[in-house]
T-cell receptor, first 114, second 114 residues
């Protein structure tokens, strides 16, 4: 299957700082990328959908000024958690799709804000 | 209300047996349904996609059925192996006006005992 690389896999940051997470599609062009958040024993919660070259579409309840998404190219999207707080600690996962249906996921990023 | 449900209880089976996981949905107009595997601390891995007009799809030891009358998909793993132990997620792609959205189940944990 197609490969999506997400980096970093783990990050610990201090409260009030910003963290950037990268998501790259390595062997296909991702017309659409998705960012999810997952709490323990919970389902994936879609945060936003981004298409290359346009602004991301955020799901209801997700602060776009806090979770900045940039989909600068067909192979790269970034999620920046700004002014992180302990309640932002979670597992963040990106996925990328070439056809808008099947999505391939990155490895996930475990964010811990202390 | 709209929802998607998977067996909440973990499934324990003996190696070599067939594992059957269930995904039920209500009040959606489905376009397709996908099954993913997720290992602890990792992003989901795509397994199979079945469209609304398909009854069954197979891939090696995996078989998925889709019954839009019963609003149910069954996911089978034949000749199960301990390496099949993981959480299996179903995701329903559905029409919302002119858009397509994806909703995820909570997943079913499968343990295959040697």
């Amino acid at each position: 299957g197609a490969v999506v690389s997400q980096h970093p896999s783990r990050v610990i940051c201090k409260s009030g700082t910003s963290v950037k997470i990268e998501c790259r599609s390595l062997d296909f062009q991702a017309t659409t990328m998705f960012w999810y958040r997952q709490f323990p024993k919970q389902s994936l919660m879609l945060m936003a959908t981004s298409n290359e070259g346009s602004k991301a579409t955020y799901e209801q309840g997700v602060e776009k000024d806090k979770f900045l998404i940039n989909h600068a190219s067909l192979t790269l999207s970034t999620l920046t958690v700004t002014s992180a707080h302990p309640e932002d600690s979670s597992f963040y996962i990106c996925s990328a799709s070439e056809d808008g249906n099947v999505a391939f996921f990155g490895q996930g990023t475990r964010l811990t804000v202390v | 209300s709209q929802k998607i449900e998977q067996n909440s209880e973990a499934l324990n089976i003996q190696e070599g047996k067939t594992a059957t996981l269930t995904c039920n949905y209500t009040n959606y107009s489905p376009a397709y349904l996908q099954w993913y595997r997720q290992d602890p601390g990792r992003g989901p891995v795509f397994l199979l996609l079945i469209r609304e007009n398909e009854k069954e799809k197979r891939k090696e030891r995996l078989k998925v059925t889709f019954d839009t009358t019963l609003k149910q998909s069954l996911f089978h793993i034949t000749a199960s192996q301990p390496a099949d132990s993981a959480t299996y997620l179903c995701a329903l792609g559905y029409r919302a006006g002119n858009n397509r959205k994806l909703i995820w189940g909570l997943g079913t944990s499968l343990a295959v005992n040697p």
